[in-house]
């Protein structure tokens, strides 16, 4: 229904037959676990007023290849979008982007706007496709955060003031440093 402005924790949790979902307009969050395991899902369209995909929303949605987000999301919880066939992702400027939120996505190898993400958790990007991150905005950068993915470069800025434990590890990084203006 339209009029709907919130949903359960795992509503529609391992309903392994659930193609495709529209969401209301007036949904401001995708809760915890709400498509969780729902392995035929292919097309979500989510609201333009969405502010937040809660933790494991997507997770294990096998067939789920793309995924458009809004432009007012502004937190991607932890392990979100784990496990799923995405391609490509669009980030708002200032998101916080939750531990292993893209984890396993093992055919992402775009993410637009990563660059003017604030914070990047622990395992966000493990075992991706990706093979560049440009990070001139963040300020933090989780645990094992692109580990076992495609990374060859790495470029930075000025904001970052943490960096996790091993955030490369079995990365192929041929360039890695800080965004230099010429």
Not at 6 to 24: E, H, W
Not at 77 to 95: M, P, R, S
Not at 172 to 179: L, M, V
């Amino acid at each position: 229904p339209e009029e709907l402005t919130g949903m359960g924790t795992g509503v529609f949790k391992d309903c392994t037959s659930l193609k495709y979902i529209r969401l209301p307009d007036k949904l401001q969050q995708v809760e915890n676990r709400t498509f969780m395991g729902c392995s035929a899902l292919e097309t979500v369209d989510l609201p333009a007023g969405l502010l937040k995909v809660g933790e494991d929303a997507f997770n294990g949605c096998s067939s789920l290849a793309r995924i458009d987000l809004p432009g007012n999301v502004r937190e991607i919880g932890a392990y979100a979008f784990a496990g799923t066939k995405i391609t490509a992702a669009t980030l708002k400027t200032g998101i916080e982007i939750g531990d292993g939120a893209f984890a396993y996505c093992a055919k992402l190898n775009k993410v637009e706007n990563l660059e003017n993400a604030k914070v990047i958790g622990a395992n966000a990007f493990n075992g991706t496709a990706l093979e560049e991150v440009i990070l001139t905005n963040v300020t933090s950068i989780g645990d094992f955060a692109f580990a076992d993915s495609k990374v060859g470069k790495v470029t930075f800025g000025d904001k970052l003031n943490k960096l996790g434990e091993n955030p490369f590890a079995n990365c192929a990084i041929a360039t890695f440093g800080k965004e230099v203006s010429v």
